[in-house]
């Protein structure tokens, strides 16, 4: 420490410095120095080090030192930079550069981590061109369709960029006008030309010290210039950040090196990991070079070392500042863009060594090598600089493209992520269409790209393709990064030329042959075999090579979308990939033995392949690519234009096809089930290659391709190629069923499933032509089909609907501008989703054999369907929908149809399905060719229709089905067949399509027949028959309709005879239950009379009560299913039930329990700052039947082998269970009591003033014996006893000992989780927090029922109301388990606050207490005394009703002291009611005892208004109260809206409560003057505390913004508390409280119980007492956290347009606040059902449980 405190010297000796200095002198000094750059130098060598880093400090300290090093650099370096350049006073210096300052109209606002950024769907130029919050509010895109999204930071606005967007480029803000600046001026000629030479030179001589020090590698050396004047023995240890060890391995590695604790290892971690290094040892060498060595030696066991390095104090000092520097630079040239174009100028000047030379080349270049935060810094500078100036972003550009080749492999040897890499910034100008082009044609960019990506990628197989099975874990890492090379190509091609020049056209070309290249590498990779006899042993690596497909698809799509712009580079693309393909089919295995196939007449050369036996792969991207240019050669009509160019004679149809044919049967096969030994790799493979994310450019593309070699080939033959690649010829070709089998090498299920995958394959190579290209359509036909078909499933979300679509490179799937067209939507309701439902009149275009449907889809949509056609009342016929014309070059497609060959397979179905021969067809089968010969006739029918008199229909499929069958297979035609199968029993699910076909037959015959006969005359009867038909298809259904009416009479009818039967066999049954319906409608139709009877007389408190004990109680246990009455001294019954802290009603949560152990819970404050809430799902057991269960599940918990921390989401050991037939969670049970008998009417009702003389009587008699036990003092004087007050009785425990054992075990629990401390039966406190959390849950309940305006009865679901029933009766039972004296001393203290007692000491004031809580208390702890009073002379319900008259009193006091009224203009005084003037007089005896403490009120109308609101919850809490404790019914008007005067009634309270205080004025007089006259009362009204006014406000969750993206801007602004400027990561908000927390992160934890927790859980403690509701901000997301170890994330309150919400911000579209969501959140808070739907998701998804809450 020595080195230290001499080191701390000088900076004392600085101080004295600052007052000697001058900033203009110093600055003076160097414009007169001959040598400029030695004048700087010298400067900062003598002060950088004597203000940066002098050595180690911890804590506040550090701060300190981090304000006076800012200080120090402004003063001492900063300031004689800005003198120097400005030549004046920098504050005004400034102010004038700005003041002439004419900025471009670029925003340039660098994005912050989590800001929200917006892209307009419709006219952003590509998904990378956002704008900011403000530029977008103030631009037109806001009321467009619009993205948004959160940054990652760094990035930055691209408002005013004209080449970013298609219209309205620029937002109102930075709209150019007249004084903003021309692009061709230069923005230098606007500076004065001496500032000008100031700034080139010193910018050259700070950019250079930046530069060096950033890219210096000695760590002992500095540059010449800087060394320091005299050499000290200081160095650091520095500890670099790197992306492969984790935080814990760095902690730990600190701990064991530097000997610090793990807060401060935490803290180093964390430093690390934002700024990329920190040094975590000062002192000599040896010293650092120690804890090198530990560092090293620890993390180097499982993978290389952490990057550590001893650095010289003044090297690290002059790294520090070189950071400031830059930093400096960039605020400085903010101000004018003359001084930007400098600082560009400077920075790319050429420097004597030629090529890299330049300051920035030195930047670039030595990326990899820097830290994170220099990084960081020197991007930010870039982006300020050479990216906001045009005419440097280019030269910038060519720069970054010249060394791209370097800085990918720099990138891909680094291990930072790619945000902190230089290479991040290829976005910023590989995006702008025009740098794009101009580096493609300079620097040939798009070939550098492709050919660098190749070159990383070197293991290949031995014909040259990429093999990915051998891939080490390192090679994996080093492909992972590759991948950003394809982003980069990405963004290349992002938007197509309008225009081409010949030097594009010619480097487009050299990059399309490298792409080949690229693809030939893919063609054929990850070869499969069929497995035979055994399972394959390994799995093979198959993602590598579907990652690298998912990446390129939409570079596939683009370069074709490129190609389609000009015909010149189509003809040449198609060219090249034609001889691509070639070459790849050279490389094919030679020796395949030629075969001739012959079938229906015809016969084909081919050679001899089996997919079931050869090498077959699903990697055909150069096929593929053939395929979508061919469809282009069709779609801009080139191949009709210039066939001359095109090599179409070349064409070798069998070879086109060849390939994607091979993939397709590989695809029936693994459906077939043939390969099934082949493992799970080939099925993930198949599901790709059919998956959205892939189908474009693979399954599509291969339909595609067999589409345009069948358009090419003799339909027989291409058919016959087909079959043979299906190993199906034999099948066909052969007559002879049995030689069908025995041929076969595959069981019959197999070679069935084969068929039915071939016939459909060939309905989708003649059928799917909603491709622009292949069909005449147009791109939204296609979007529109895939609609309709997922829509023909079920009603979908737009989310779904998004997924099902295949995106393009702007991530748009074209959905928006057809969906409105075809479906409409249904908004969703508090739970669900927005759906959109098909409208009816698209049903006809639905195509049962969709290409995109999976065999599951297909099957839902089917069975859809047909429902809706029953529904409809149509038949329920599915036929294929009227195709669209195809494009010419694919026009011969339609031939398949009626060729010879697939007649012969149709009929051969067919007559397999005339003899059905034991499962030699299938339905499916039949289906499938019942669809093809639908879709033969409608092709027929059109060009019936479409043809004019004089063309000759070519296509007459008709004539040929109406031909018998030819060998082989000598079976009738296909009509004829047809004919037969329509009324066959077993095909009675294809009839009405069979039906549908022989009509559509019928119409063509006629339509031919007037065609020939009379193609003259225009008239046309020709719907006659059509209509005809029509009328039998209606006469039809007429007649099914009526039998199956018949049919449902008959079985109305039998039903009707077997009730009678059953009501004759049980007549008495039956009658007694008629006698008890017809009595109860009786007595409903009597009851208004008898309720207005009653209603005065029903009473739930005092002598005239009802009870409830009347009633039996029968009950059965859930788990032995016995039923028992419940009774006293019977077994005991509980009720399962959750006991927990609350804050839902608090007034003041920073109140807590700093002392569990001396807490006095006796008197609860008005705050009710923290309160017991206890809730049941009202399920009934015996305690005997419970204690079985608990314990079972004990063992089990305590069986469980090795289990993970928390592995369920209840904590047995803190006796959490779920309910055994609900799973709700619960922590203990609640005895059930039997109800409270009816008071003997015979005793007498005392007054107050008797019944107040006779207590104080009881209370003295009690002191008296407490003193004497405890002190055996027995000469004072005996106090008088009441007669028949015996104070050494004992009353008789009324209960078993089964249920007084249950009333301790719920006591304890409560007891446990109030107060958070071990249970102790001995402790006094036990009966009072059972009181509690009965007053607490009466409170809440109220409370809740007030602001639902529900009735304060009969609205409470069955479960609230049985737990509440119980509890209360739980509450008045608890004393008879504890010491009486100790339940006697509650109420003496108890009762002390309302009649004042010399005896007790510390009673609260009157403002102090919550008076509900304090009756309740009162109440339950009166039986204690009453039970003494054998006297008989009067009952406890007296007592009851005497407190509750003092409690109301003083409530009314309480409420009167508090009251804030606010005069009115109305006068209201007149004719004042008896009401307002008794209000008026208690209020001025309180003003006669309190003086000007109370404030004059001349409105008795508005006090009387503030003081019957103000006492309204007290009187229904009350009432509830007493209604469960004494079972007494409630008067029908309490059942609906509340009424003040049935409640006072049903309370035995006057309506006119003031008369309480008038009728029995002198008895509370003394009484008023005490309270009133407590020292803190008036203390608190003169402000000396938060008063709580009346009615209690209802705590609600925070107000949220409507709009979301104000909530993630303010997010973004969020800075971690702990970490100083560094950005949240994940700003988390307290939906209670509405604090802003630093969640999950290492930062922000804290110590609570001994235990690391994270900022969410730390805040839930505090602000919830353990339960936390938050926002996550950027995720969307809302997370209930209960205690440590539970949570769960719920769906957020903000929804899209569509009624979606967008957990994670992944669709980014916009969000609002959807109020009656958040409502329900709230209500489940206030319901106190967190912990419930915690408990319900932790059972449902076992991955919550074992995510670690506590560190959120």
Same mark, same amino acid.
């Given at each position: ?383 300020? @600089? =050479?990216?906001? &100036? /045009? $005419? +440097?972003?280019? *030269? ?9 080749? #370097? !800085? ?75 991948? @950003? =090379?394809?982003? &980069? /190509? $990405? +963004?290349?091609? *992002? ?9 594009? #056209? !010619? ?80 490389? /094919? ?1164």
């Amino acid at each position: 420490m020595a080195v230290a405190e001499a080191k701390r010297d000088p900076s004392s000796a600085l101080c004295s410095e600052f007052l000697n200095f001058s900033a203009k002198d110093t600055a003076s000094r160097w414009l007169a120095a001959a040598d400029l750059q030695q004048e700087v130098y010298c400067h900062l060598a003598v002060y950088v080090p004597r203000i940066f880093c002098l050595g180690p400090c911890g804590g506040r300290e550090e701060q300190r030192e981090e304000q006076r090093e800012e200080l120090a650099c402004q003063l001492l370096l900063l300031a004689p930079f800005e003198w120097f350049l400005l030549g004046e006073e920098p504050a005004a210096g400034l102010a004038l550069l700005q003041e002439n300052n004419r900025p471009s109209a670029l925003c340039g606002h660098v994005f912050k981590v989590g800001e929200p950024t917006y892209s307009c769907r419709e006219c952003a130029a590509d998904p990378t061109c956002v704008l900011c919050m403000q530029c977008f509010l103030g631009s037109v895109h806001k009321e467009h369709r619009y993205r948004m999204t959160t940054s990652g930071g760094g990035g930055f606005c691209d408002c005013g960029d004209a080449e970013a967007w298609k219209t309205g480029p620029y937002c109102q803000k930075h709209t150019p006008g007249d004084e903003s600046c021309d692009a061709q001026e230069d923005p230098i000629t606007q500076l004065p030309a001496d500032m000008v030479g100031r700034a080139l030179s010193f910018f050259f001589i700070i950019l250079k010290y930046a530069v060096d020090l950033l890219t210096w590698e000695h760590e002992d050396l500095l540059p010449t210039g800087l060394e320091p004047l005299e050499r000290e023995d200081t160095y650091y240890c520095m500890l670099f950040n790197d992306e492969v060890h984790t935080y814990e391995q760095v902690i730990y590695t600190l701990q064991k090196a530097v000997n610090c604790s793990h807060k401060e290892a935490m803290s180093f971690a964390t430093t690390v990991d934002r700024d990329g290094r920190k040094s975590v040892r000062y002192g000599d060498l040896q010293f650092c070079e120690q804890a090198k060595s530990v560092i090293v030696r620890n993390t180097s066991r499982q993978s290389k070392p952490l990057r550590v390095q001893v650095m010289h104090s003044s090297v690290v000092a002059h790294q520090c500042f070189a950071l400031k520097a830059l930093s400096w630079l960039g605020q400085i040239i903010q101000y004018s863009d003359g001084l930007r174009r400098i600082l560009c100028q400077v920075g790319l000047q050429k420097g004597l060594e030629g090529e890299n030379s330049s300051l920035v080349d030195q930047l670039m270049l030595s990326d990899s090598k820097m830290w994170k935060g220099a990084r960081n810094i020197y991007h930010q500078l870039l982006m300020n @600089s =050479l990216l906001m &100036d /045009l $005419k +440097y972003k280019k *030269i910038f550009a060519i720069q970054f493209a010249k060394n791209y080749e #370097r !800085l990918q492999s720099d990138y891909v040897k680094d291990d930072h992520d790619r945000e902190f890499s230089i290479t991040d910034l290829s976005v910023q100008m590989f995006t702008v269409p025009s740098l794009a082009r101009m580096l493609m044609v300079e620097e040939n960019l798009m070939t550098t790209i492709i050919r660098t990506f190749v070159d990383h990628l070197r293991h290949r197989d031995l014909q040259g393709r990429f093999q990915f099975d051998r891939y080490t874990a390192q090679q994996a890492f080093k492909f992972g990064r590759v991948q @950003s =090379l394809i982003g &980069d /190509l $990405k +963004y290349v091609l *992002i938007s197509p030329p309008s225009e081409w020049s010949d030097q594009l #056209r !010619l480097k487009f070309l050299e990059g399309f042959d490298a792409f080949l290249e690229l693809l030939k590498c893919m063609q054929g990779m990850d070869p499969v075999v069929r497995q035979v006899g055994q399972h394959i042993e390994m799995e093979p690596e198959w993602e590598a090579a579907f990652t690298l497909q998912m990446k390129l698809t939409n570079i596939i799509s683009m370069i074709q979308e490129w190609c389609s712009t000009d015909e010149c580079v189509l003809i040449e693309a198609y060219k090249k990939c034609l001889s691509a393909l070639s070459h790849c089919h050279s490389r /094919l295995p030679d020796g395949e033995q030629p075969i001739s196939l012959s079938l229906a007449g015809h016969s084909v050369e081919t050679f001899r392949y089996q997919v079931s036996q050869d090498k077959v792969s699903i990697h055909l991207p150069v096929c593929r690519l053939l395929a979508g240019l061919h469809v282009l050669l069709s779609k801009t009509e080139v191949a009709s234009r210039f066939p001359e160019q095109l090599p179409l004679g070349e064409l070798s149809p069998p070879l086109l096809i060849e390939l994607p044919l091979r993939c397709l049967v590989l695809c029936a096969q693994v459906h077939a089930g043939m390969w099934r030994r082949n493992g799970f790799s080939l099925i993930n493979q198949i599901y790709y290659y059919h998956n959205v994310k892939c189908r474009v450019e693979m399954f599509d593309k291969d339909i595609i391709m067999l589409q345009a070699g069948a358009s090419m080939m003799d339909p027989n033959h291409f058919l016959m190629i087909v079959l043979s690649r299906f190993e199906l010829f034999h099948v066909f070709s052969t007559a002879d069923i049995r030689k069908r089998y025995r041929e076969a090498n595959k069981d019959l299920v197999q070679q069935n499933t084969l068929i039915e995958e071939m016939l459909h394959l060939i309905i989708m190579v003649v059928g799917e032509r909603y491709v622009a290209g292949v069909g005449q359509v147009e791109p939204c036909d296609e979007v529109r089909r895939e609609i309709i078909h997922q829509l023909s499933i079920r009603p979908m979300a737009h989310s779904e609907l998004v997924k099902a679509l295949p995106e393009n490179g702007n991530k748009e799937t074209g959905l928006e501008r057809v969906i409105d067209s075809v479906a409409s939507f249904k908004k969703p309701g508090v739970t669900g989703r927005g759906l959109y439902e098909l409208r009816p009149e698209w049903s006809k275009h639905f195509n049962l054999y969709f290409h995109h449907y999976s065999r599951a889809d297909q099957t839902k949509a089917e069975e859809a369907q047909r429902k809706l056609r029953r529904q409809n009342g149509e038949d329920t016929a599915l036929p294929p929908p009227s195709p669209p014309p195809l494009r010419p070059l694919f026009g011969s497609l339609v031939n398949l149809l009626q060729c010879d060959v697939l007649l012969a397979i149709e009929g051969a179905v067919l007559q397999w399905a005339v003899e059905p021969s034991g499962g030699s067809w299938t339905e499916s089968m039949l289906q499938r060719v019942l669809h093809l010969v639908g879709m033969a006739l409608l092709e027929e029918q059109q060009q019936l229709e479409n043809s004019s008199g004089d063309d000759t229909v070519t296509f007459n499929y008709t004539c040929k089905i109406i031909r018998p069958g030819e060998a082989p297979s000598t079976s009738g035609s296909v009509l004829a067949l047809l004919e037969s199968l329509q009324n066959a029993p077993h095909l009675e699910v294809h009839k009405d399509m069979i039906t549908w076909i022989l009509k559509v037959v019928s119409n063509i015959k006629m339509m031919r027949e007037r065609t020939s006969s009379a193609s003259t005359v225009t008239v046309s009867p020709g719907r006659g028959p059509e209509e005809t038909v029509r009328d039998k298809d209606k006469a039809e259904r007429k007649r099914k309709a009526e039998m199956a009416r018949l049919r449902r009479e008959k079985i109305m009818a039998q039903m009707s005879e077997m009730q009678k039967h059953f009501i004759n066999e049980n007549k008495e049954l039956f009658q007694q239950s008629m006698e008890e319906l017809e009595v109860s409608m009786s007595a409903a139709d009597h009851s208004p009379p008898s309720t207005e009877f009653t209603c005065m007389s029903q009473v739930c408190v005092g002598p005239r009560r009802v009870g409830g004990a009347e009633h039996r109680q029968l009950v059965t246990c859930i788990l032995c299913q016995e039923e028992q009455e419940v009774r006293g001294h019977s077994r005991a019954m509980v009720l399962a039930a959750f006991v927990q802290r609350s804050t839902v009603l608090s007034k003041n949560r920073c109140r807590n329990l700093s002392n569990p152990d001396h807490h006095e819970p006796l008197f609860m404050h008005p705050e009710l700052s923290l309160g017991i809430h206890t809730a049941s799902c009202g399920h009934i057991m015996h305690a005997t039947c419970w204690q079985r269960y608990f314990e079972a599940v004990q063992l089990k918990e305590q069986r469980r082998q090795q289990r993970l921390r928390g592995h369920t989401s209840y904590d047995v050991e803190n006796g959490e269970f779920l309910c055994p037939l609900c799973e709700c969670l619960s922590n203990t049970v609640i005895p059930l009591l039997p109800l409270a008998p009816s008071p003997d009417r015979s005793v007498a009702h005392p007054s107050l003033e008797a019944w107040l003389k006779t207590t104080i009587e009881q209370i003295a008699a009690l002191h008296s014996a407490h003193r004497k036990q405890f002190d055996g003092a027995a000469d004072e004087a005996e106090p008088v006893v009441p007669e028949g007050f015996q104070i050494d009785f004992t009353p008789q425990n009324p209960f078993s000992s089964s249920i007084s054992e249950m009333i301790t075990t719920f006591s304890l629990s409560t007891y446990n989780v109030g107060l958070k401390v071990n249970p102790n039966e001995q402790d006094p406190r036990v009966p009072v927090l059972s009181w509690s959390t009965c007053a607490y849950t009466i409170q809440s309940i109220e409370c809740l029922l007030m602001d639902e305006e529900k009735p304060l009865f009969g609205s409470l679901p069955c479960r609230q109301d049985d737990c509440l029933s119980s509890l209360t009766r739980f509450s008045s039972a608890c004393w008879t388990t504890v010491p009486l004296n100790t339940v006697q001393t509650h109420f003496i203290r108890l009762f002390s606050a309302l009649v004042p007692d010399t005896q007790v000491e510390n009673t609260p004031s009157i403002l102090d207490v919550d008076m509900f809580h304090l009756l309740v208390y009162a109440v339950l702890s009166y039986t204690s005394v009453h039970c003494l009073d054998q006297s008989g002379c009067s009952v406890v319900d007296s007592g009851h009703l005497h407190l509750l008259h003092l409690v109301t009193v003083a409530h009314l006091i309480q409420i009167l002291l508090t009251s804030t009224t606010e005069e009115v203009c109305m006068d209201q005084d007149i004719g004042g009611s008896e009401e307002e003037e008794l209000t008026c007089q208690l209020y001025s005896t309180l003003k006669k005892y309190l003086g000007s403490v109370l404030p004059e009120v001349s409105s008795g109308w508005q006090l009387y208004r503030s003081l019957k609101a103000g006492v309204l919850p007290f009187l229904r809490a009350t009432a509830l109260f007493f209604h469960y404790l004494n079972s007494t019914t409630p008067p029908a008007e309490l059942l609906g809206p509340g009424q003040w005067e049935a409640l006072c009634s049903y309370l035995s309270l006057p309506s006119n409560l003031l008369l309480l205080h008038h009728n029995q004025q002198t008895l509370l007089e003394p009484l008023i003057h005490r309270w009133c006259c407590h020292p803190s009362v008036r203390q608190m009204l003169q402000g000396g505390g938060a008063i709580i006014r009346f009615p209690r406000e209802s705590n609600r969750l925070i107000e949220l913004p409507e709009d979301y993206s104000v909530l993630i801007n303010q997010a973004s602004s969020f800075t971690c508390p702990r970490s100083g400027r560094d950005k949240s990561r994940a700003p988390t908000l307290c939906l209670v409280c509405g604090c802003m927390l630093c969640s999950h992160s290492y930062c922000c934890r804290t110590e609570v119980d001994g235990e690391d927790v994270g900022a969410c859980t730390a805040h839930s403690f505090t602000c919830g007492a353990g339960l936390g509701l938050f926002f996550r901000v950027r995720e969307s997301q809302v997370l209930f956290v209960a205690g440590k170890t539970k949570g769960c994330l719920y769906p957020p309150p903000y929804l899209d347009d569509y009624g979606e919400t967008d957990q994670g911000l992944k669709r980014g579209n916009p969000l609002h606040l959807c109020a009656e969501r958040y409502r329900k959140i709230e209500r489940l808070w206030r319901q106190h059902g967190i912990t419930e739907i915690i408990g319900h998701a932790q059972e449902a998804n076992q991955t919550l449980v074992t995510i670690n809450w506590q560190h959120l």
